[in-house]
Antibody, heavy 111, light 112 residues
């Protein structure tokens, strides 16, 4: 059974760096791609980026300068790092392989 | 970027009625492999999105056959045959053809 679970801080200061972890089970990161998607409160879904089964990445050009996705296949974990956070980055952050989604982690950017 | 535009529903919809949700893409999602890279998701209130349909018309595992997808290269429809209470939520279409992957703004379904 495919499962994904996000973890990370719920509150981040403006201008600081967000670090999130997605821990997966039921599949191998060397077989499936994992995406990050975010959703501001009350709004729609925004694709952030992908790390493919081979380890290559692609990012939403709107976030590319601030975003990095990496992984540790031995731990079945995918990492998201995004710097220079602003209030508009307040959102629920999901990891997904499209068929399976994590429960999401709410991140609030505020001082 | 490919823009995805979704239509609205005349909410609330009576239980048991059939509804169609529309989605239009600014570029054809038909790829040279013959597949059309259009997905549909349902996000129930307070929950994560759930994949319903991929490749425009293929139901995801465990999805009720009340849900069906159809369309052309740029115009798509998700049909729900006989809406039920559990169908309440926001439906999103998404293109998987090229990066950045993009979603429609969502179509809300309420049931009477």
């Amino acid at each position: 059974q495919v499962q994904l679970k996000e973890s990370g801080p719920g509150l981040v200061q403006p201008s600081e760096t967000l670090s999130l972890t997605c821990t997966v089970s039921g599949f191998s990161l060397t077989s499936n791609s994992v995406h990050w998607v975010r959703q501001p409160p009350g709004k729609g879904l925004e694709w952030m980026g992908i790390i493919r089964s081979g380890g290559s990445t692609d990012y939403n050009s709107a976030l590319k300068s601030r975003l990095s996705i990496s992984r540790d296949t031995s731990k079945s974990q995918v990492f998201l790092k995004m710097n220079s956070l602003q209030t508009e980055d307040t959102a629920i952050y999901y990891c997904t392989d499209w068929e399976g989604w994590g429960q999401g982690v709410m991140v609030t950017v505020s001082s | 970027d490919i823009v995805m535009t979704q239509g609205a529903l005349p909410n609330p919809v009576p239980s048991g009625e059939s509804v169609s949700i529309t989605c239009r893409s600014s570029k054809s999602l038909l790829y040279s492999d013959g597949k059309t890279y259009l997905n549909w998701y349902l996000q129930r209130p307070g929950q994560s999105p759930q994949l319903l349909i991929y490749w425009m018309s293929t139901r995801a595992s465990g999805v009720s056959d009340r849900f069906s997808g159809s369309g052309s290269g740029t115009d798509f429809t998700l049909k729900i045959s006989g809406v039920e209470a559990e169908d309440v939520g926001v439906y999103y279409c998404q293109q998987g053809l090229e990066f950045p992957l993009t979603f429609g703004s969502g179509t809300k379904l309420e049931i009477k």
